[in-house]
Structures are given as structure tokens and as C-alpha cells.
């Protein structure tokens, strides 16, 4: 360590400045402005080094997070970048996008603030793109076997690296016109811009994966012929079955699903022609059912869309400031959290239920009927007296999935599906049909994108020891691996 007394010199946690309010609501950019490189240096230096690095239990991809955060202490980002992808396929996506269960594990947050263990890495990865290191590593040689993953989210992805590198031919099939999965039009371009993933598909292009956007397997291509034509098939879809609501009112105009919402306006973002399903939030009255991520993103998009009011609503009370009694260090815990787009205006509102949707004279919904609710016994129990009307005239879904979408690819390949609709797997990401695997979200059910990395690079190390009868690829996590949790 260059300094073993860091974490006492510098005890308090700094992260690069966000732009102004009124600044960024009037583009699409990301929110965070750069990094001083002496202060991400200083951040840096806080890792502890600690003897047993929790972070590492915490994150699915066992990220060597002490040895790049000294090496970015020392200012060696060119070894550090070495020690980052040696775990981790596309560390700006974990660091722009990834909750950091790493950060909830830091041994240093037991009583200081943790390490800014995702900027480090999103700033390590960051400059690696700027000064040309992230360079195609194509394979050595071909082995002569092939490969199909079906779906390009960051499992699949993984997948596709990782087996390209060990020398197998592999195609990408998209059903969507570009690549990127919920990447490229599910993430507001706020959150992340679509030039950092198009980066790294360069990077596998040069390296020799093909893609094919704009392929709908099991209708354009079915299940059996992407059977005959490759010698191994990765199923990747992702976890895309949206949740709805039970309620009176549902089947008025102007309810939306949040992913239905999301997509055209981020083609719009990136200067695509504007779709004909594109949803315009400009001079309504938004309510955003859903206290997630995924409402999160349609809070912000909707105020940069020029929403007249914007309120989300979350069934679950306002979490606690700090860590409460029943969720301990290392786990990650339920607290509360101010994300970019909140700082930006509008409201939200907790222990808040809906009711009723209320429509309009012309079928358009004007209003929820909500109410506010108490969980007893385990049921969410509404407080007497406290119904009231909130006004909308564009209400957006943002609740969830349960699991994959049940199309003609799951009979085509002989899938069975759990209670949850989850492609069954065995702990080595195999399916009941030879030389069928299922990775990501698609077997686990919808999780972080750490988790998907990983799995996609354990079951593309499957993958090949599947075909080759050995591997040398890593296989970070299990498919029956669990969180770090009470």
C-alpha cells in the first residue's frame, strides 16, 4: 500500500461533481462531469487492503478491487485497467450502471463511508478508452466450433467474449435493430451514453463476433435450425415479461408500461427519427407507479421530456438513512437513496398504493384513486381515511419483471420453466437439451448487471468445456449462486 494509514488521512467519501439542474435537463448527457485524477487517486487510497476484502464476497465477479485501487493510489492506471479486465468483461457498464453491493461489503464502511469502489472502476475503464488500451484480443487460433447466443444484453455478451477469445465462431442474434439489449434502449442515455456501448462492440467486432440485430429467433430462425447450424446455442433473453397491476381502470388510455416508454424516447435521445409509438410526457401530469431503478429512469426522462409535474409512487415506506439492525454489514442494505434524476424536481411518495385508475369522459385516465398502506401481518393494509385523487394524464408502470417471455423459442429448444417462468439450468448452466445453455437473467430472473456479467462468463466457460471436453475460461459464480444476504 502506498499510504496504510489512507483510510484515516482521508475518512470523508468524494465523488465527481454532477452538473447543474437546469444544465442538464435540457439534454441528454450524462449527469456526472469527470473526475479530478488527484481526488479519484485519494479516494483510492482509502481501500483498507484489509485481510479478508469483503467486496470480493460481495461482487458475483469476484472483482480484485484492493489491488486496483493501489494501483490507481500509485497512479499505475495501465496496470490497474491489466487487473480490472481480468474479471471483469465491460467494468464501465458495472461502474455506471451496478448498484455496488461491493461498496455495501467494503470492511472500511463499517464506521466511515465505503470506498468509491464504482467510480474508481468506471474511471480506471474511463482511461483505459482514452488512451487506447482497450485493444481487440482476438483469438490465436479457431477451433472450428460454433456458437449462437441468443440475446445481447451483458450476459450474453460476456458470453460472446469470452467464447470468441477461446476461439470459437460466435454469432449474436438481436431481435431488436441494434445490439445492446436493454443497453441500448432500456438505460436513459442520462444514465449511460450509447457511445460507451458501442465502444466495446467494436472491440469484439475487431476480435471476431458477429452480430445479427434484427433477428427474431424462434420466428425468423427457429430453435431447431439454430440447432443444426451451431454446435452450441446460449440462450441470453434477459428477464423482459413485464409486471401489471390488478386494478380498475387498467385498460384506460394513457397508461403505459415503463418499457414502453423508455425505447422510442432513448432512439429519440440519440438522434434517431422519432418513432410513431413515442410517448411525450411534455405538459402532463406524470405518476410513475414503482420505487425502482427502472421508475427512476422514467422520472427523469419524463422531466427532460418537459413533464408538467412528476410524482412516483412506492408501495414501501421511505428506508431509513443508514443501515437498520436487521440488514448487517457486509449485506447490502435497503436505505434511502437520492438519485440523480430526484435531485432534478418532482416528488415521491412512499407507502403509497393505488387504488383505482379514473378516466375521462373521452377513456383517458385523469387521476389514481390512491391510498396509503401499512404492512400487517404481511399484507398491505390501507389507513383509514387516507384515500385521496392524484391527477395524471400519463401514468407509466414501472413494477418489475417476472421472467422471461414465453415465445415459440421455449418449445422450439425444449426449455422447461420454473414457477417464475425461469429457464431451468443446472448449476453448470446446461438445459435438458445437449448443448443448450442458459445464462443471466433469463435462469436467475431479474437481477443486477454484475450478476449477468457473471454468469455470462461462467457459462461461457461451460461453454467450452463442453465443446473442447476442457477450459481454461473462469467461471466466477454458479447458475444456483445466491447474493450476499442475511
Known sequence: MVDPRGFLRVRERELPPRRPVPLRLMDWR????????????????????????????????????????DLVTRGDFAEASERLHATNNFPEFTGKLCPAPCESACVLGINQP???IKQVEVMIAETAAERGWLEPRPPERLTGKTVAVVGSGPAGLAAAQQLTRAGHTVAVFERDDKIGGLMRYG?????????????????MEAEGTRFRPGVDIGTD???????????????????????????????????????EFLPPTNRVAV????????????????VIIGGGDTGSDCYGTSLRQGARSVTQLD??????????????????????????????????????????????EDGRVRALQIVEVRKVDGTWTP?????????????????????????????????????????????????????????????RGQSLIVWAIAEGRACAAAVDEYLMGDTALPAPVRADAKPLTV
Not at 242 to 254: K, S, T
Not at 325 to 341: I, L, N
Open 315 to 360: 408501495i414501501y415506506p421511505q428506508a431509513p438513512g443508514e443501515r437498520a439492525d436487521a440488514e448487517p454489514w457486509p449485506t447490502m442494505p435497503k436505505v434511502f437513496t437520492v438519485s440523480s434524476s430526484h435531485e432534478e424536481g418532482g416528488r415521491r411518495e412512499f407507502s403509497a398504493s393505488t387504488k383505482a385508475l379514473l378516466g375521462d
Open 383 to 443: 389507513v383509514e381515511g387516507s384515500e385521496r385523487e392524484l391527477p395524471a394524464q400519463l401514468v407509466l408502470l414501472a413494477i418489475g419483471f417476472s421472467g422471461p417471455e414465453a415465445g415459440p423459442l421455449v418449445q422450439q429448444l425444449g426449455l422447461a420453466q420454473d414457477e417464475r417462468t425461469r429457464f431451468a439450468r443446472t448449476p453448470g448452466y446446461a438445459t435438458t437439451t445437449p448443448g443448450v445453455f442458459v445464462a443471466g437473467d433469463a435462469g
Open 114 to 116: 465505503p470506498v468509491t
Open 30 to 69: 450524462e449527469v456526472y462531469e469527470k473526475q479530478d485524477t488527484d481526488q479519484l487517486r485519494r479516494q483510492a487510497g482509502r481501500c483498507m487492503d484489509c485481510g479478508i476484502p469483503f467486496c470480493h464476497s460481495a461482487c458475483p465477479l469476484g472483482n480484485l478491487i484492493p489491488e486496483w485501487n
Open 221 to 259: 430462425i427457429t430453435g431447431e435450425q439454430l440447432r443444426e447450424r451451431y454446435d452450441a446455442v446460449v440462450v441470453a433473453t434477459g428477464a423482459t415479461q413485464w409486471r401489471e397491476v390488478d386494478v380498475p381502470g387498467r385498460e384506460l388510455a394513457g397508461i403505459h408500461q415503463a418499457m
Open 187 to 203: 438505460i436513459p442515455e442520462f444514465k449511460m451514453e450509447r457511445a460507451v456501448l458501442d465502444r466495446r462492440l467494436a472491440q
Open 271 to 286: 438522434g434517431e427519427e422519432r418513432p410513431h409509438d413515442y410517448i411525450d410526457a411534455h405538459g402532463l401530469d406524470v
